[in-house]
């Protein structure tokens, strides 16, 4: 066991959900979906911050996709800090796509970060449940670990309700709600009156 109390592995497919005292601003309020996590160190996608100005349909248009007339708005979100020009579409575990790009997280989400996913959206024919995240957000070895350590995130069960189905503006607070926990009785330092 990690001194984070769980194995690296033990964190994938789970969610980070930042404290409010979170030192970084960049994730003030983040609920993170970690896609992987090893002993090399992790990577997420913020799940409830949208991406102000962007639609998807805008993002189809810029990249030459066309819009079939079953395609669903897929949310979009900033994904975190790290190559924000890149995007990645996590989405329900039972769309396999054509390429070796799927990332399977576990049996109920997976992650591809290649357009073949984009035009399968955009045709009707992607996964049931997706969203985009533009960037993303990464962790050296250990790195995560400390930051759980020092009381800078919570972690909890990622369902596919709330990654998926929550509106953004709820998502913190219903991820704290999985967890039996009230942001009101949060407090930046563990275990001090």
Not at 21 to 45: I, K, N, T, Y
Not at 60 to 88: D, H, N
Not at 169 to 174: D, I, L, P, S, V
């Amino acid at each position: 066991m990690s001194p984070a109390g769980k194995t690296a592995s033990e964190l994938t497919g789970k969610l980070l959900i930042a404290m409010p005292d979170m030192g970084d601003p960049r994730f003030h309020g983040s609920v993170v979906f970690l896609c992987a996590h090893s002993g090399e160190g992790a990577m997420g996608l913020i799940v409830n911050k949208p991406m102000p100005d962007v639609t998807f349909a805008q993002l189809l248009e810029q990249l030459e996709i066309t819009r079939g007339p079953s395609a669903p708005e897929v949310p979009i979100c900033y994904g975190g800090p790290v190559e924000l020009r890149r995007g990645f579409v996590l989405h329900s575990a039972e769309y396999h796509g054509d390429r070796e790009e799927r990332l399977g997280v576990d049996d109920r989400f997976a992650m591809t970060a290649t357009l073949d996913v984009l035009e399968d959206i955009a045709r009707g024919t992607g996964p049931v449940e997706a969203l985009l995240a533009l960037g993303y957000a990464g962790w050296g070895p250990g790195q995560l670990e400390d930051e759980i350590r020092q009381n800078g995130w919570l972690t909890a069960d990622a369902a596919p309700e709330l990654v998926f189905a929550t509106p953004m503006e709820g998502k913190w607070e219903a991820a704290l709600a999985s967890l039996g926990v009230s942001p009101l009785t949060l407090s930046a330092q563990a275990g001090h009156a």
